[in-house]
């Protein structure tokens, strides 16, 4: 008896050593032209991407900033940020822009004007938003658009590792730096803002997110002591701000007031009504730490993150979007995170909503099990129908540092960041890092929804080759045609373009919302921009919301029209639309691929 | 990592009447201290429902296993710290792999074995092999608990007391003062800073590596002086991993010269058994 269970353990055993290799062969794509190098995108996936940035006068290459001598020897990675790109129409002239931010001292920023004709002209210089990586000021990391004052032209919040700014919009013709009446601090080392009206006045607020200590001038460092007290438990990064519009262009800062404070490293931030409360909520993505959720309960937040379910297992969150991703009228929200094969297996994270418990939604992390959680190093991801099927797919960029081809930083990053706080905290201990790459020349991932809650990767496949540092990602329809473009910033690396081709005989339906609210003085109305406005279709019994957003990804903004795909002959039975002045707008039967514009009722 | 000194044969030495416990129950309890303290405080663990998972496995694994191979009950100390030590010690974003390496640390105990000893501490193996047969899904612990060094200090401490009690502190710190030489050397020979070679040893991965697994009496070799021997060569080993950029070098070393050293003392056990029959 023993001797014949002794042998049935050993193949056992040897059956247990074998699953790994069984469970990689069991998660191979269904689908044999996956891995195809043929493939007919258009046919098979319903969509193609073609990169043309060059072709339609994107020419743009990010420079990184030169910080403290005192970082020389870690240069690549700490310099690693500034890429970003968001999406405006800053003329009112129906077509979105592009904003480029550039991050080299002395470098200029670009804004694409679009010409309608597929190409874009740079006309920073000309409004006055170039010229804003002045040494003594910082270097950008990122832009967001919001109507501030409520005149209909969107306003420009830049922020830097340095001085932020903000430029108010005169009617698309210039840009006047306001900074000086709306109380914005000296000097802040900031990696995300958003816009939003967190009271409900009609009046859009800012929060602006701190990464390093704002303590800290990365060009004049005092000491080297300026580094995350542990890799996944720091409490040093920089303060979080926000800012309430009194009207007249001036801001007051009321994030203690409000209960808004948090010492984490924060990399991206998203706005959105994650309660069905009618306020909009916080999500913030930190690196070295878990996530963090503020309930906006009437103006006031209170941090929820443990109690909803995504403030434990830290990681190194980059990016914080939100999307409808089962059509449930529910939004997840998707933050990347780190994963290198046998080293750091982070993995990203997408929390959908399962319920909630005394107004507290909870939330699971469904990224392994839909096929979403390994990208790379991941940054900048962001929901979008890129096929029009109704379904929302997902993009993500990877990729830290691209240098050698044949040396790797990552033995000397793991030993480091596995040290305590006195080792990890202190620059001057963590090895050099000559041209070594870290987790370099990384394919992206465009992950397409089945609509049954999988997702195919087929970035190779639709035409998303690129192996670039992406950073941040936006998505507009260039065009005005139903389909929605790809705009990547890359650091130290080009800016690209990937034009989409959908095929033809998908539907789809967009919502151009301006908010009631047509002065600064305004009241009982939404703003402007709309932001914070859900529109959710019902077509086909099904239905998906999506929410005019004042920033999301990583250092992105897309463009404030929704777009929804519809699928193959769908047609939407209704529409409707809260705005955040409570008002609820239906519109029955519109017509299907055209862009409704959409005012707030009186 | 069974660490199955709560499993050992009793110590000759006379102890204080208070320090009489059934020690069994210490290495679970030190390793249930430090999954509470992490998890509780710092929040972390993967998830519960991993570290759950893990724990489960290593424990049905033991109870079949056992049961089948000899008819009893086994004492279930040592697979629910090996179940501890791979749900802390696993990381992926899956929960296959956390089954599965319970599974194959707990099988491995029963299946390679020479003269009824086994050779490999058990979640040294089942890490190792994850690893290696399954990189695109699995990484080992790598990053600090907290912030500070309080909660590094607790564990150094009890985990110190808890082998002294057991009489294995030896090997913990020749081990330690072994690493502190070899990255003094490293320091030497890469031309980085000595802080940054130390740096590793204030990890966690290490306190359940030194506390755990390089003492597990079922995986050591019995005289003093040959266990000191044998965590200075893994170290020694584990310096030359380092040197290559090996990520998870301890795990490698130990599961290469564990084994040898036990089966240098199976071969010298049997070479007396020999001789001492043939007097």
Request: proline share 4%; with cysteine; net charge neutral.
């Amino acid at each position: 008896m023993t001797r014949y269970a002794r042998v049935a353990l050993a193949v056992i055993f040897v059956g247990l050593l074998m699953t790994p290799f069984l469970v990689r062969r069991l998660s191979q794509p269904a689908s044999p032209i996956a891995t195809s190098g043929h493939v007919d995108a258009l046919k098979q996936y319903g969509f193609r991407l073609t990169e043309s940035a060059k072709a339609a006068g994107l020419e743009f290459v990010h420079g990184a900033p030169t910080l403290d001598p005192k970082l020389a020897h870690i240069m690549p990675q700490v310099a690693s940020m500034g890429a970003a790109v968001s999406v405006v129409d800053v003329d009112r002239d129906g077509l979105p822009d592009l904003y480029v931010t550039d991050s080299k001292e002395g470098s200029r920023n670009r804004l694409f004007r679009n010409r309608g004709n597929g190409t874009f002209e740079d006309v920073a210089e000309r409004l006055g938003v170039a010229d804003l990586n002045r040494a003594e000021d910082g270097v950008s990391m990122g832009a967001v658009w919001g109507d501030y004052d409520n005149d209909g032209f969107e306003d420009l919040f830049l922020y830097r590792w340095g001085r932020p700014v903000l430029l108010h919009n005169d009617r698309g013709q210039r840009f006047t730096p306001v900074t000086d009446v709306t109380g914005l601090p000296a000097w802040a080392n900031v990696n995300t803002a958003v816009w939003l009206d967190f009271d409900r006045d009609g009046r859009l607020d800012l929060f602006v997110g701190g990464y390093y200590s704002e303590a800290v001038n990365l060009w004049k460092l005092a000491d080297t002591r300026m580094m995350p007290e542990s890799f996944e438990y720091a409490n040093n990064g920089g303060r979080k701000y926000l800012f309430r519009n009194l009207g007249g262009g001036r801001f007051e800062e009321v994030s203690a007031q409000v209960g808004l404070a948090s010492r984490r490293w924060a990399l991206a931030a998203v706005a959105a009504d994650l309660r069905g409360t009618g306020y909009p909520d916080l999500f913030i993505a930190n690196d070295y730490g878990v996530s963090e959720m503020f309930a906006n309960d009437r103006g006031r937040f209170r941090e929820i993150g443990r109690e909803a379910g995504v403030g434990y297992s830290p990681k190194s969150g980059m990016n914080a979007a939100v999307g409808d991703v089962l059509n449930q009228g529910r939004f997840a929200i998707y933050v990347s995170n780190i994963s290198e094969e046998g080293i750091l297996l982070q993995g990203n994270n997408l929390w959908v909503p399962s319920g909630a418990v005394g107004g507290i939604p909870r939330y699971e992390n469904l990224a392994r099990s839909m096929g979403v959680d390994l990208g790379g190093w991941s940054f900048g991801a962001q929901f979008a129908d890129l096929n029009n099927d109704g379904f929302l797919d997902l993009y993500v960029v990877n990729g830290f540092v691209s240098a050698s081809q044949q040396n790797s930083y990552w033995y000397d990053y793991s030993r480091i960041a596995g040290g305590n706080q006195i080792v990890i905290s202190d620059a001057k201990n963590w090895p050099a890092m000559g041209t070594r790459s870290l987790a370099g020349y990384q394919q992206k991932k465009l992950w397409l929804s089945d609509g049954a809650g999988r997702f195919l990767e087929v970035s190779q496949l639709v035409g998303a080759t690129d192996r670039y540092d992406g950073r941040s990602i936006a998505l507009a329809d260039l065009s005005n045609h139903g389909m929605l473009d790809v705009i990547v910033a890359n650091q130290r690396g080009p800016l690209l373009l990937y034009r989409n081709q959908v095929a033809a005989d998908r539907n789809w339906i967009a919502f151009e919302l301006e908010g009631g609210c047509k002065s600064d003085g305004a009241t009982g109305c939404t703003n402007r921009s709309a932001i914070g406005a859900q529109v959710t279709v019902r077509w086909n019994g099904q239905q998906q919301v999506q929410e005019v957003s004042g920033g999301s990804g990583f250092c992105s903004q897309n463009q404030r029209r929704l777009h929804f795909g519809l699928g193959a002959g769908g047609t939407p039975d209704k529409v409707t639309v809260r705005w955040p002045s409570g008002k609820v707008q239906e519109l029955t039967r519109p017509e299907v691929n055209r862009v409704h514009k959409v005012e707030e009722p009186a | 990592m069974t660490t199955e000194q709560a499993i050992a044969q009793p110590s000759k030495t006379p102890r204080a009447p208070w320090l009489k416990v059934d020690r069994r129950y210490l290495a679970p309890a030190l390793i249930t201290c430090v999954l509470l303290a992490g998890q509780l405080t710092f929040g972390f663990l993967e998830s519960w429902s991993r570290t759950f998972l893990a724990i489960a496995t290593a424990i049905l694994t033991e109870l079949v296993v056992v049961r089948a191979l000899y008819g009893a009950w086994p004492h279930l100390a040592s697979a629910y710290v090996s179940g501890i030590s791979v749900g802390i010690l696993v990381r992926s974003p899956a929960f296959w792999p956390y089954a599965l390496c319970s599974a194959i640390s707990i099988t491995s105990k029963y299946v390679l074995r020479v003269r009824e000893r086994h050779l490999w501490n058990p979640t040294n193996f089942g890490v190792v092999m994850m690893l290696l047969l399954a990189p695109d899904a699995v990484a080992g612990l790598s990053v600090q608990w907290g912030n500070n060094l309080l909660p590094m200090v607790f564990v150094w401490v009890f985990g110190s007391v808890i082998l002294w009690m057991v009489d294995r502190l030896n090997i913990t710190v020749t081990y330690v003062l072994s690493f502190l030489f070899f990255a003094v050397l490293r320091a030497w020979i890469t031309g980085h800073t000595m802080i940054s070679e130390i740096a590793p040893i204030t990890g966690p991965m290490y306190q359940l590596f030194i506390f755990f697994m390089v003492t597990d009496p079922k995986t050591t070799v019995r005289r003093k002086w040959a266990q000191s021997l044998v965590v200075f060569i893994i170290a020694a080993v584990e310096a030359v991993f380092r040197l290559m950029q090996f990520v998870y070098a301890p795990f490698y070393a130990l599961f290469l010269v564990g084994p040898i050293a036990n089966l240098i003392e199976i071969w010298q056990d049997e070479r007396r058994g020999r001789q001492g029959v043939s007097r």
